[in-house]
């Protein structure tokens, strides 16, 4: 998983309801929050964020072709029909990133997440030639997490060891399911042996990989998604992401959709899966994401922590932090149409400032996904507002039992895990003519 629009997993629903904390200790405990908050964040007036100091900075970058656009999917992809030009399209993301150098001059990028999109579909040149373009243009730490997907239709030994050459130390692997039957279904270009081929390939020359897998398939039952499991266990990769299987609007599925298991089958694979891989020593750290010790995936923790990221590419989505102000980018999203505006300068389609209305919600929606939570004092420190300005909402979250009443964490209770959606809409407010931006839509 990887930028903003890409898969969520699902949040099962319970058919019971947990005991709620009483609203005076829901109050008590969030007098506490407020008084946790290191009195070094700088104050934020009613109306604009103040930051103390600038959050972590990614850099995310979209390439939007594939092999074949799969039925179920909603991103901003394009089924190849020729060559890609993809000389053409890295010199085109290298303007983008010089256009951009302004919004985060001086600033360290701490991660690279190469998406799509396939950008397998590219030569291990152009994505050398990719990244010493962003190394000689941005300050890429040493250690930098630097992420590309791939598809097992598009696997080649040689080309994946050139793109570890190219500075490659992470790769995230879009296998699905490793059942030929289900494959067929889901529309993939690759077949169980071929992904069984990319993994062994993929773990010899990366090491750090991660798996994505897909549940709740057509007819699946909760037997078949567990030898689909053992299947991706048996290589045992440092990372898996598992993602429910959902009928999105304006894919083929939507419009035909196959025979899905029932919500009750869905729940018994979902909780299947998450047994199977605890007792094989991976942690549920996020919604869709599970890992061994250490190997979470960094460039997605800095999404779900509120960091800061640029996103260059066809459709690809900013948040960048100033001392005074969020704003939130969109480039345009069909790929000659982005090619032209580059070209002429100008490849943002939308550019907004994140209100303060809306700032707490968006903070929730990301920081909820991590099972373990986060601290209370990231709100003020990746906001610019004070946790006070969300009070209202923690308290009714915590009169509910869905968040947990320790005043040092902002952490979902197993309730609220289950109750995800739920949770995350009560930090959602009604936007405001003050809070609407004028130089945009919304995200």
């Not at 200790?25 to 969030?30: G, K």
């Not at 600033?107 to 152009?126: D, E, L, M, Q, W």
């Not at 994505?127 to 040493?142: E, K, N, Q, S, T």
Request: aromatic share 8%; net charge neutral.
């Amino acid at each position: 998983m990887s930028a903003p629009g890409r898969p969520e997993g699902e949040c099962r629903s319970a058919q019971h309801e947990g005991t709620p904390v009483s609203a005076t200790a829901a109050e008590a405990s969030l007098g506490a929050r407020a008084a946790a908050v290191p009195a070094t964040v700088v104050p934020a007036t009613p109306s604009q964020p103040r930051f103390a100091a600038l959050p972590p900075l990614a850099l995310y970058v979209h390439v939007p072709w594939c092999l074949k656009k799969c039925p179920y999917c909603d991103f901003n992809s394009h089924e190849l029909t020729g060559d890609p030009q993809a000389d053409v399209y890295v010199a085109a993301l290298l303007a983008d990133l010089e256009f951009a150098l302004p919004s985060i001059w001086g600033r360290k990028v701490v991660s690279v997440f190469i998406g799509g999109g396939t950008p397998s579909v590219f030569p291990a040149a152009a994505i050398d030639a990719l990244l010493a373009g962003i190394r000689a243009r941005v300050p890429l730490l040493p250690d930098a997490e630097v992420t590309l997907e791939a598809n097992p239709g598009t696997f080649e030994r040689a080309k994946f060891a050139g793109f570890r050459a190219a500075g490659v130390n992470r790769l995230s692997l879009g296998i699905q399911s490793f059942d030929a039957a289900q494959l067929a279904a889901l529309g993939r270009v690759h077949d169980g042996d071929e992904a069984r081929r990319a993994a062994d390939a993929a773990l010899a020359i990366f090491g750090n990989v991660n798996f994505d897998l897909m549940y709740a398939l057509p007819r699946q039952t909760v037997a078949a998604a567990r030898a689909d499991l053992a299947a991706a266990l048996a290589f045992g990769p440092p990372h898996l992401s598992f993602y429910r299987l959902t009928l999105e609007p304006n894919t083929l599925f939507h419009r035909h959709p196959p025979p899905l298991p029932d919500d009750d089958t869905a729940a018994d694979i979902e909780d299947a899966v998450e047994e199977s891989l605890a007792a094989a020593g991976y942690g549920h750290y996020e919604t869709s994401a599970h890992a061994r010790p250490g190997r979470e995936c960094r460039h997605n923790l800095n999404y779900w922590q509120f960091g800061d990221y640029l996103g260059i590419g066809a459709g690809a989505h900013s948040k960048l932090s100033f001392p005074d102000r969020i704003r939130r980018e969109l480039r345009h999203k069909q790929p000659r149409r982005y090619l032209a505006q580059v070209a002429a300068g100008a490849p943002l389609q939308e550019s907004f400032a994140v209100s303060r209305d809306d700032v707490g919600f968006e903070f929730m929606l990301n920081a909820l996904r991590l099972h373990a939570g986060v601290p209370a004092a990231l709100f003020a420190e990746r906001t610019g507002y004070p946790l006070a300005s969300i009070a209202r909402e923690l308290a009714a979250a915590t009169a509910r039992g869905l968040l947990d009443p320790d005043p040092a964490m902002l952490r979902p209770t197993p309730l609220g895990r289950r109750f995800l959606n739920d949770l995350q809409t009560l930090f959602l407010r009604e936007r405001t003519p003050a809070g609407a931006a004028a130089d945009g839509g919304g995200r």
